[in-house]
């Protein structure tokens, strides 16, 4: 079969670094791909949002299965899109994919079924923000309700930044129209852990969990970035807050989506916060994270295309989704100056290191060829992912295979998964 994957970062690589597993797949393209994925697929020149001409070319080179890796097109209805035109394709249409576009739309889900989550307020309005921030307690957080890249969020320790924040979003509009509206809600402590699943609209199939490092900084010092690096699995998701969850929040949650007429086919994300009253839902996510995709997929024993095809006919029961018994970690290997201004077009060297090993995986962000040679072009710029025994054998390898890349401006952070290492 023909597979179009719809993207062109380090999520899409790893997906298609997936699809080439396949038996079943003969012909990977990428709209528009980077530099990494032109290595096992053909990318053409689409943009994501281009749905006309993304339609016209799987009609034109007989498309069976078009994946889409990134939130945009999803919320915008590329899948509805393609459905129109009789192409089949993997994500959920835009009236589930609100669960992502819109945070106000998924506290208001949560608060209707009774899904765990942190308590909250919803503003149209800055002036209203600002008065309920007179009498809110603090620290507290400010998310822009639309999609703003993943840095839509702010944590606000007194009622200064608060104000700053709130002007920041919905005044200077620093995210445009995602600041329209916003959210307001308390702030929660506890471990992190972010839970993929494959959903066919009824049936719910957890991947393996992750834990990303959203901080630019070590520490978690820094502005929030789409993740500086992640681990998979997180030594904090036990079994029983994993029954918990999938009981509680996971199936609820497809069930609510169902309840209100936007049945949810594709993957949804789980941010959670593991706090001292328990399990609460911190965001969802409407497709595979980033870089959440390069730990949790090179674990993943199945064939992508069955499970794929499974969740858009509906029969996901019939899966049983299975996990190698290892560990991945993943670092980001940046361009200085992310997430705010920095330099691209840089050639990158080493990149030869990877190829013919199976246990090492160089997912391509933000590269671009430039006179036949591999360089710079984005903020986050590829993501050194190893697998190992455990997770600190697989924390040493991949921080030994960031030493094999070479570019000016390079730079990571040196604490990915160190919170395992002090745990264990």
């Known amino acids: 079969m023909k597979v179009l994957i719809v993207g062109s970062g380090g999520r899409e690589h790893a997906i298609a670094a997936a699809v080439a597993k396949s038996s079943k797949v003969e012909k990977i393209y990428c709209a528009p791909g980077n530099a990494g994925i032109a290595q096992i697929a053909e990318c053409v020149p689409i943009g994501a949002m281009e749905f006309d001409r993304l339609v016209t070319f799987a009609k034109e080179k007989e498309i069976d299965l078009t ?235 199945n064939d992508i295309i069955d499970v794929f095809e499974a969740c858009i006919d509906g029969r996901l029961d019939e899966i049983d989704l299975e996990f190698e018994d290892n560990a991945a970690v993943c670092v980001v290997l940046a361009s200085d100056g992310y997430p705010e201004k920095y330099e691209k077009g840089f050639p990158i060297t080493g990149l030869e290191r990877f190829e013919g090993k199976d246990d090492y995986f160089c997912f391509h962000a933000g590269t671009r060829m430039e006179d036949g040679a591999i360089v710079t072009n984005g903020g986050r710029v590829l993501g050194i992912t190893a697998l190992g025994k455990d997770l600190i054998d697989a924390r040493e390898k991949a921080y030994g295979a960031t030493d094999w890349v070479s570019f000016a401006n390079k730079y990571m952070r040196h604490d990915i998964g160190k919170a395992v290492d002090d745990s264990l």
Request: aromatic share 8%.
């Open 67 to 301: 994946v889409v890796g990134m939130d945009d097109p999803l919320v915008g209805g590329i899948v509805d899109a393609f459905e129109a035109e009789g192409l089949r394709a993997f994500g959920p249409r835009a009236n589930a994919a609100i669960i992502e576009g819109s945070k106000a739309f998924s506290k208001d889900l949560m608060k209707k079924y009774g899904i765990p989550t942190a308590s909250y307020e919803n503003f149209d309005s800055a002036q209203d923000a600002l008065m309920y921030l007179e009498t809110a307690k603090f620290p507290i957080v400010l998310k822009a309700d639309g999609l703003a890249l993943g840095k839509g969020v702010l944590i606000c320790r007194d009622l200064e930044e608060a104000k700053t924040g709130v002007r920041t979003l919905m005044t200077d509009r620093q995210f445009g129209a995602a600041g329209d509206r916003i959210v307001i809600e308390e702030f929660m402590t506890g471990r992190e852990v972010s839970v993929l699943a494959f959903c066919d609209g009824k049936t719910v199939k957890c991947m393996t969990s992750a834990q990303d490092h959203k901080r630019a900084k070590d520490g978690d010092q820094g502005l929030n970035t789409g993740g500086m690096g992640t681990f998979s699995p997180s030594p904090f998701y036990t079994k029983e807050i994993a029954e918990f969850c999938e009981k509680q929040i996971y199936q609820p949650t497809i069930d609510a989506m169902a309840a209100e007429g936007r049945p949810f086919t594709g993957v949804l994300f789980t941010g959670l916060m593991l706090t001292g009253d328990g399990v609460k839902v911190l965001e969802y996510n409407a497709r595979f994270g980033d870089p959440e995709a390069q730990v949790v997929l090179p674990r993943m024993k």
